[in-house]
Nanobody
Framework: QVQLAESGGGLVQPGGSLTLSCAAS????????MAWFRQAPGKEREFVAA????????YYTESVKGRFTISRDNAKNTVNLQMNSLRPEDTGIYSC???????????????????WGQGTQVTVSS
């Protein structure tokens, strides 16, 4: 069982920055992936970014490439999502997810993740 705890959401103006953090209670295998998803009002949950804990390989949805950076802090068992140049369309509830058996081809599919955090609100507005 893995427990996830997110922090760092809030209100920011367009063009601003925020950093989200997700602390995991455990990591169970070399295939351990952690990811961020977001859900805007009235829309389906969408993949934002993921990282393989062992290889540090990172993956992003096209709309955030060059603006968001996912990274991991091994000592703190934490994954961070640095979000720069934020846009109003980045608004939503950001949720951290983790799984130890997921395969690379499925990391963008929310249904494949067994563990989820409670979510944190990110609002980009002037």
């Amino acid at each position: 069982q893995v427990q996830l705890a997110e922090s760092g959401g809030g209100l920011v103006q367009p063009g601003g920055s925020l950093t989200l953090s997700c602390a995991a209670s455990a990591r169970t295998s070399s295939r351990f992936y952690m990811a961020w998803f977001r859900q805007a009002p009235g829309k389906e949950r969408e993949f934002v970014a993921a990282i393989n804990w062992s290889s540090r390989a990172t993956y992003y949805t096209e709309s955030v490439k060059g603006r968001f950076t996912i990274s991991r802090d091994n000592a703190k068992n934490t994954v961070n999502l640095q979000m720069n140049s934020l846009r109003p369309e980045d608004t939503g509830i950001y949720s951290c997810a983790a799984d130890s058996t997921i395969i690379l081809s499925s990391i963008r599919d929310a249904r494949q993740y067994d563990y989820w955090g409670q979510g944190t609100q990110v609002t980009v507005s002037s």
